[in-house]
């Protein structure tokens, strides 16, 4: 009987930003047994399975580290922090019920819209409405006049119903821990029951915005979806970390603030950061320019540097020059895995583009069959072979779901491509591009105490 083995590959990243991006190739194994219902698809027999944790690479293990992180950012906030009317208020007003509410309101303004646009609208509530008081009396309709021209007016809603319960149920006292305030108050989420308790009560609570979570990815090199609720997870817990115990408002605002005016989405001010010391993202672009040029002359591509972060992924082979060279590197890497490959029986399946915060992926999927050969058994530290079904359940990106996704797509009867996705296959795309190419169900986890092991492989 013969066991098929699938291939499928990724491609070549590259900036959101109208930049020239690098080029990595992934790849990956499965081995099965043939079945009516997958065509082309092997399983293989049970297998234990390896359970993928996040390297240290990612995290911040060192105290100094810590303290350096927390006294850089809070000096350079001291310096350079913006002058805002909800800053002034938390910082004048004595009364923490006043306080809170001043935070509370500018937090939920905040929200989907830009702080210059917040500012008019900010001080002109707080003139009308300076106390929970006033705002519960208030009725639906003036809230809806002063803040029409917001947008999202459910906001406003909620704060008003929020402000009511404050006065008519908790005795006009706001909840003191951003535990009881996301429990108790309307529309109040995580975040901003931390940026609440964290300002105006100065509970040592870490939060995560956008800014943040793009300052926490670049300094740690996440380059994972910190949208997923892993990725998340793991962001939460460095903003809980880091967060300074003996000034948590100020610490929040100025992550939040490094994120709004220096670490920005695109063209980062790397030589203004005041944590440019700690952060691998900004280590990484030098060393790999480093190893490029044997200089480090230009301007760090920041935005591009990125990891996985705990997920599995194709295994990946950096990007060579010529198409000889990358088949070359690809079939060497591929021979650890799988033994003797014929670079003949190499298939363009198709493309995937995937993007997510500050990076914007394009895989170039490949596909491979093997008959009558039975694939290594020993393979690397930190990698295990996956069963079609355990790669459904496994910690995998949206990106390698897509890219598996193209590989189905190419069995016999189907054709998976599609605009809305961002899928394309040889069903509409027939010219190959120079990419990765892959073997389908092998994973590797970045689990590597070798940070250097870990910078080489990429979504």
């Known amino acids: 009987m013969r066991k098929p083995r699938a291939a499928v590959g ?6 959101a930003a109208s930049q020239e991006g690098r080029q990595k190739h992934a790849k990956n194994n499965s081995q099965a047994k043939p079945s009516a219902c997958d065509a082309g698809l092997a399983r293989q027999p049970e297998e234990v399975v390896l ?17 350096a992180f927390r006294g850089s950012l809070l000096s350079w906030y001291d ?25 509370w309101v500018s937090e939920v303004m905040l929200q989907q819209t830009q702080v210059a646009t917040v500012i008019n609208y900010y001080t002109g509530w707080m003139q009308k409405w300076p106390t929970l008081q006033d705002l519960a009396s208030a009725s639906l309709e003036e809230v809806n006049q002063l803040w029409a021209g917001l947008g999202y007016y459910s906001r406003g809603r909620r704060l008003q119903e929020g402000a009511r319960k404050v006065v008519e149920e908790l005795g006009g006292h706001m909840p003191r821990t951003a535990e009881t305030l996301q429990q108790l108050l309307p529309g109040v989420g995580r975040y901003t029951a931390g940026a609440i308790a964290s300002i105006a009560f100065g509970q040592a609570t870490g ?10 990815c670049r300094v740690r090199a996440i380059g994972a979806d910190p949208s997923s609720t892993l990725v998340s997870q793991q962001l939460w817990g460095l903003a809980q970390q880091l967060v300074d115990p003996a000034r948590p408002g100020d610490f929040n605002q100025a992550a939040m603030e490094l994120g709004a005016t220096v670490c920005t989405p695109q063209r980062p001010l790397c030589s203004q950061c005041p944590v440019e010391s700690l952060c691998r993202a900004r280590q990484r672009v030098e060393q790999e ?8 002359s230009g301007s760090p591509d920041v935005e591009e540097c990125g990891l996985l972060a705990g997920l599995w992924e194709f295994p990946s082979v950096t990007w060579e020059p010529s198409e000889q060279l990358q088949r070359k590197a690809l079939l060497q890497e591929l021979q650890r895995w ?6 003949t029986h190499l298939r363009h ?5 995937h993007t997510f915060s500050h990076i914007k992926l394009t895989y170039q999927v490949y596909g491979l069959a093997l008959e009558g050969q039975t694939p290594v058994t020993t393979v690397p530290p930190g990698a295990r072979w996956l069963t079609q079904e355990e790669f459904h359940t496994a910690a995998v990106s949206t990106a390698m779901k897509k890219v598996f996704r193209v590989y189905q797509g190419q069995q016999p009867g189907t054709c998976m491509g599609s605009k809305r ?24 986890s970045h689990i590597s105490t070798d940070a250097h092991s870990l910078n080489s492989a990429a979504q």
């Open 10 to 15: 990724s491609g070549h990243r590259k900036q």
């Open 51 to 67: 359970q993928a944790s996040v390297s240290s690479y990612h995290l911040f293990r060192d105290v100094a580290e810590v303290t």
């Open 79 to 103: 310096q350079e922090k913006r002058d805002l009317p909800w800053r002034r208020r938390a910082e004048d007003e004595m009364d923490l019920d006043r306080r809170a509410y001043a935070v």
């Open 207 to 216: 939060v995560v915005d956008g800014n943040v979570a793009r300052v926490l």
């Open 289 to 296: 320019q480093l190893l490029a040029s044997g200089s480090l």
């Open 338 to 343: 799988a033994g003797p490959l014929p670079a």
């Open 349 to 353: 399946l198709g493309e995937v583009v």
């Open 421 to 444: 996705s961002q899928v394309s296959s040889p069903c509409s795309r027939k010219k190959p591009r120079m990419g990765q190419q892959v073997l389908d169900n092998f994973f590797r």
